[in-house]
């Protein structure tokens, strides 16, 4: 049960390298939560070279 | 290891192998509202801060249990001041020499269980690269300063968090660096922030073997 929560109930960023799998997330009661889900990558770097490999699945 | 009944003010406490610390039914412990008696673990990594009030380092079997409460007084730390670790924050500047209420590292068999912790002066639970963690019927109320996290589970595995009632100011459960096989259940969580946070901190090599 998640109630009165003014921010994010599942945040997730996913930096350079990071590697995030098989999370699961069942019967989550959401009340009076502002911002349910955010899901995101860091910003990469813009020369190819410079930018490390991450990935998520089975979220 | 026991806190019967009445008031009992402390500074840092470590918890060695096999000890359980038991907080009688009218039992508080109370952290110092003073910064003098607070010592940095010995073993704990600096980073997000090692000053703190109960912590195991490569410790086994340790248990924390009792119906009493663990009481942080952190109100008596606020200085308006966080510590800067969000984003574009400058670390440098932070306010991370104030107490976390308990730190676990490289701890096993790792036991919390009934006991009321609240009013930390920075985190409440920071439980780092451990390995078989069970928290059940911990309840936290934490909103007495900034950077109030519930949990915060750095590169752990097979941790599991039942029967929970968590209040506080920022990260509720943050799970951070390299984490595996971690399960909440049936748990209350409210906050100011995140609830479940993912992400942050540095990928690191487990020390364990995958099993």
New interface residues.
Partial sequence: MIYDTYGCVIKMRFGAESRVENVAFSNLIMNNATGPISIGLDSSPRRPAQRKPRWARRL | MVVPAGDFIVGTVELKSNVTLHVSSSGRLLGSGKPEPYTAGKGVPPGNGNVVLLYAVDADNVTIEGRGIIDGQGDKFYTGKGDNTGPGGNRAEGYVARPHQAIFYRCRNLLVRDVFFTRSAYHCMRILECRYVHLDGVRIHNRVNLNNDGFHINSSQYVSIANCHVTCQDDACALFGSNKFVTVTN??????????????GR?RTSRYPTA
């Fill in positions: 748990c209350t969580f409210s906050t100011r922030w995140s609830i479940f946070r993912f992400g942050a990928r």
